[in-house]
């Protein structure tokens, strides 16, 4: 008897726990079912905890989304494959509440779970489940009904799937826009497990209607399963049968269903033969590119070198040239901010497929004016694609013709424009390389460190750090580390500061050899600068790198000028000496 009790007790517990008024206990004991399965075993689990949990389902979301989502993983709980179908009753239940999430997570596991029935144990139990569902009374149980067809279809026997089509195309003609829009949604998912001849009689009439409701939130739905029934289907038949509906779509009176088009318009266009897609789906798509709305341009512009690969070799430059570029050309100075990034982080991919002379033409010009635009989104997307140009036209034409602009933005009068190319230059760097940087960009680097403003001063100095994490130590020594330390000389105090600034960045990327001569050597001199601000700073400098200085150097050359700016006349120097002397200790 002890022993009955002691096995009732989990089974207890867990009532106890579901039936409390606090969520997050109730929400606990679900998240324990199968520690609380495997105690019982699995036909306790199927007699009683099941059945249970079956009549439970009233409770807040947050407790059945997690009981839907637990029960998906619970077959081997409750015997294997051959009773999947014992979970089906709850999860049924779930299938038909009102909150949305718990009913794509119940469906979600009603998928699961009926993937392990059998196909007689489908149409015995998974079957009947789906109709009811799509009979209920309330949309709900209809609209969760949608998602479970391609796999009752997958299952079934040829009868069956007769049936399943016909209460199928029931849920496409739902009189609740939130059922047809399921339904809409699953569309594609549904004709890839059909033959080719089931899905030209039953899906494309169906695709046809969706695309052409009265509600754009079904019809975008619609549109989206073009691309995967085109798949299914030969050339010809996407020609007759989806291209109409791809055409209207493209002019749709709704932005929400032009913008789903736009998105999936590379996926499409692998579908369809080379004359369509050379004549139509080039029009198409530069009328998207047009688009009145924002959203719309922009979902555009991100397939935009997408949609190029994929247009016929023979054509592709006249298709370009003649219809895409003049729509861009027109983005480049759209009013819209995310339209101008979504196409400078595309445009530049343009080139390869174009060549050299079109690229020179055409495509350059583009590019300088992104360059001087004013988002600096677009300016880095630019910036960022740089080499996939210079692959095409050669380093030598990118230095005449880009990167007199870049170097223009680098000089130019607002300083946050300067500030911004700073952030941009290592990315530049590693595109182009050590030895075209050299020539071009160090003088840059360094000019900005003698920079009239200390925001633009500071960036370049953290600067330095990503360029020799780029090019590495040898590099500093002999390119960087040279003009720094030359700087100490300088005669405006500014400038000598920087060096310090400098070498805060600088002292963790470079090798121990060049902190413990050049770097002290600099130090050292600083420390006797006629300026207190630059003493200090040295002092504080010496704090901040002590971890990379070698403990002879700290004895014979850094102590020493250390206790030196201690009795310093200036309270500022004496406190900071004090500080990196401990730093040092």
Known sequence: MASTDESLYPIAVLIDELRNEDVQLRLNSIKKLSTIAVALGVERTRNELIPFLTDTVDDEDEVLWALAEQLGSFIGLVGGPGYAHCLLPPLESLATVEETVVRDKAVESLVAVAEQHSQSDCETHFVPLVKRLSQGDWFTSRSSACGLYTVAYRLSSANIQSELRQH????????????????????????????????????????????????????????????????????????????PVVRLATTDKSWRVRYMIADKFADLQKSVSSETNRNELVLAFSSLLKDSEAEVRAAACQKLKTFCEHLPESNRVDAILQEILPCAEALVSDGNQHVKTALASVVMGLAPLLGKEPTLEHLLPLFLTQLRDECPEVRLNIISNLDSVSKVIG?????????????????????????????YMPLLASQLGVEFFNEKFNPLCMAWLADNVYAVREAAASNLRRLVEAFGSDWAKVHLIPKVLAMSQDPNYLHRLTTLFCINVLAGVVTSDIVNTSIVAALRQLATDSVANVRFNVAKTVTLISSTLGREVVDQSIKPALQQLATDSDVDVKFYAQEALSAVA
Do not use: H
């Open 168 to 243: 199928f195309r029931s849920l496409c003609s739902d009189d609740t826009p939130m059922v047809r829009r399921s339904a809409a949604s699953r569309l594609g998912q549904f004709a890839k497990e059909m033959s080719l001849d089931y899905v030209k009689s039953d899906i494309v009439p169906l695709f046809a209607q969706l695309a052409a409701d009265d509600q754009d939130s079904v019809r975008l739905l619609a549109v989206e399963s073009a691309a995967p029934i085109a798949e299914i289907l030969n050339q010809a038949d996407v020609e007759s049968l989806v291209m």
């Open 395 to 423: 380093i030598s034409q990118l230095s005449q013709s880009l990167l007199p602009a870049i170097v223009e933005l680098a000089e130019d009068q607002k300083w946050r424009v300067r500030l911004a190319i700073i952030e």
